[in-house]
């Protein structure tokens, strides 16, 4: 904890002035009666806890950040306060936040009050918009930081996060689970548990043999002419599986599926970092073959899984990616990856 920060904390100094205020009363009587000295023991004790407090948040700069796509003020307000409350859990206290960084809600929260349409340049702008707030939240606390990442809104676009702020940062990342106890966000991707000491960077290590999933296609690309591949991830309810297969058939591009072996909801005790490190492999490796022009990106995935395949591909992988819009029953291409 610098100095500087101290200096201009107020409560530190109120605290401090009771305490020297109750020794020096004490003093000037000439004698400590037990009920003096408890208090100023009292007292110095509280000095101590919030010296100590300070200290440790400082120390392990911990930094939350939320995105919230498209929802009305009571859902917004939930949002909220859930991702408080799971903040609470790692003893990241808002109130703290604000007097030892002067963090308030509007620092560490984006909101987009309308869904994304199926504009590629409303995309493009929110994510930029996304990532320059991240940013300035960066630059507001210096040294090494572990972001807490939440997000209320697409996988796609969770997905585009994670290429643009994810690939450069130590995080953790909440899944929201409903119905699953007193808080419905857990911490299912979190390099601060993680004993690999690559952290994050684990990601893009490349694995041959799968454990969790599955990955069908890819014989299609060997003595294939350079061309576009197209993609489904299959590792959450919906599956795109059908609407990418018919595009298929029309434009005669190769079709890979990737689908976890759990066909559904990924239950929370399994490795969703090692999930996640599979399904980036398969991606890397085709991205990297010699004959693939780009990669066209289906997802059907939940956010955690999508944040960390991003932060794991970057923006320098050739990809276009789809966004899947319930209305229209069917995927549309929202972003490319390299231009985010």
């Known amino acids: ?31 400590l009666t037990i009920l003096r000295i408890i208090t100023i023991v009292a007292m110095a004790g509280i000095v101590v806890s919030y010296l100590f407090r300070k200290i ?24 909220r306060s859930q991702v408080e409350t799971a903040l609470a859990d790692f003893r990241i206290h808002v109130h703290e936040l604000k007097r030892a960084f002067g963090l308030h809600g509007e620092d560490w929260i984006f909101r987009r009050e309308s869904q994304l349409s199926t504009d590629p340049e409303v995309w493009k702008t929110t ?22 990442f939440f997000m209320n809104g697409p996988a796609t676009l969770a997905f585009a996060m994670g290429a643009t702020i994810g690939s450069r940062n130590e995080y953790v990342f909440y899944h929201y689970m409903p119905a699953s106890g007193r808080n419905p966000y857990h911490d299912i991707i979190n390099f601060e548990k993680s004993d690999s ?9 490349k694995i041959k043999k799968y454990k969790m999933i599955h990955a069908s296609g890819e014989d299609k690309l060997n003595g294939m002419p350079r061309r576009d591949v197209l993609v489904a991830l299959y590792l959450a309810g919906h599956s795109p599986v059908g609407d990418v297969t ?7 591009l190769p079709l890979i599926v990737i689908q976890s072996k759990f066909k559904g909801t ?5 490795d969703w970092i090692l999930l996640s490190q599979e399904v980036s492999s398969v991606l890397l490796d085709i991205a990297g073959r010699e004959n693939v022009e ?14 960390c395949v991003g932060s794991a591909m970057g923006k320098f992988v050739r990809a276009t990616v789809y966004n899947y819009f319930p ?13 985010c």
């Open 1 to 31: 904890m610098s100095f500087k920060t101290l200096l201009w904390d107020q409560d530190f100094w109120l605290i401090l002035i009771a305490t020297i205020g109750f020794g020096a009363d004490a003093a000037a009587e000439g004698k």
């Open 56 to 79: 440790k948040l400082q120390k392990e700069k911990r930094v939350p950040y939320l995105v919230v796509i498209g929802k009305g003020d009571s859902q917004y307000r939930d949002t």
């Open 127 to 148: 994510i930029t918009k996304i990532e320059n707030k991240f940013w300035r939240l960066a630059e507001r606390i210096p040294g090494r930081k572990t972001y807490h």
């Open 197 to 205: 000491p690559e952290g994050h960077h684990k990601l893009k290590t």
């Open 246 to 252: 018919e595009r298929s058939k029309q434009s005669g």
């Open 266 to 270: 990924i239950p929370l005790d399994q």
């Open 294 to 307: 780009r990669l066209h990106l289906f997802l059907s995935v939940p956010l955690p899984i999508a944040f």
């Open 327 to 339: 209305g229209l029953g069917g995927y549309e291409k929202v972003f490319n990856l390299e231009e």
